[in-house]
C-alpha cells in the first residue's frame, strides 16, 4: 500500500468536493432566497433547479469537456451546477415556510427589512436550507468519484484502474473510502447544524 499517494488521492477528492460545494452553495443560497421573495423568478428559477436534478451527472460533466477542458476546472464546474438545485429547493421551501405573522409582527415592532431577514427570516429558514446543504455535500462527494473520467483524479482513479485491470482490490479501496467520507460528511453536517441551529 502506498499510503502517500493513497493520501494525495483523498486530498484530490476532498479538495474537489468542497471546491464544487462551496460554489453551490454560493450560486443556490441567493438563487433560492430570490425564488422566495419574488413570485416571478420563483417558477423559472425552480424549473431550472428541477431539471439540474435529473440530469445525469456524467453528462454535465461531459458537457464541460468542450468549455475547460479536462482536469480540475471542468469537474469543479460541473459538479457545482450539480450542487445549486437541493440547495436553490431547501432555500426556497425554508423561507416561504416563515410564517408571515412572525415577519408582520417584526414589520410592527418597527424593524427594517435587512433586520426582519436577518433575525427573523433566516434563523426560522436555516433547518430547512441547511438540509439542502447536507443532500447536495453527498450528491457532490458521491458524484465526484466520475471526475477521474475527465482527468480530475482523486478516488475515481482507483475505480477506474480497478475495473480497467481487473483489480478488485482497488475498486474496494476506492469505494469504501468514498463511503467512509460521505459518511463522516453526513455526521459532520449534521453535528454542525444542530450547533448552528443553537446559536441562531
Keep these: 500500500m502506498n499510503w502517500p499517494d493513497f493520501w494525495q488521492h ?19 443560497i441567493p ?31 461531459t458537457f464541460m469537456l468542450p468549455l475547460f477542458g479536462v482536469g480540475l476546472a471542468p469537474a469543479v464546474a460541473a459538479l457545482g451546477l450539480l450542487a445549486i438545485p437541493p440547495i ?5 421551501l425554508g423561507f416561504r415556510a416563515v410564517p408571515a405573522t412572525a415577519v408582520d409582527a417584526a414589520r410592527g415592532l418597527g424593524m427594517t427589512n435587512a433586520q426582519i431577514f436577518r433575525q427573523v427570516e433566516w434563523p426560522l ?10 443532500t447536495a455535500a453527498i450528491e457532490v462527494i458521491a458524484s465526484a468519484v466520475l471526475a477521474a473520467f475527465i482527468g480530475a483524479g482523486g478516488l475515481g482513479e482507483y475505480i ?32 454542525a447544524q444542530r450547533r448552528l441551529e443553537v446559536k441562531t
Design 10 to 28: 483523498v486530498a484530490t477528492y476532498l479538495e474537489l468536493a468542497a471546491a464544487a460545494l462551496a460554489g453551490g452553495i454560493v450560486a443556490g
Design 31 to 61: 438563487l433560492g432566497i430570490l425564488a422566495s421573495h419574488l413570485n416571478f423568478a420563483r417558477s423559472p428559477i425552480l424549473l431550472a433547479a428541477n431539471l439540474g436534478r435529473v440530469i445525469p451527472s456524467l453528462a454535465v460533466l
Design 88 to 92: 436553490v429547493i431547501n432555500a426556497d
Design 125 to 134: 429558514a436555516f433547518p430547512i436550507l441547511f438540509t439542502g446543504v447536507r
Design 160 to 191: 477506474t484502474e480497478g475495473l480497467q485491470a481487473n483489480i478488485p482490490r482497488l475498486l474496494f479501496l476506492g469505494a469504501g473510502t468514498i463511503a467512509a467520507i460521505a459518511l463522516a460528511a453526513e455526521f459532520g453536517f449534521g453535528f
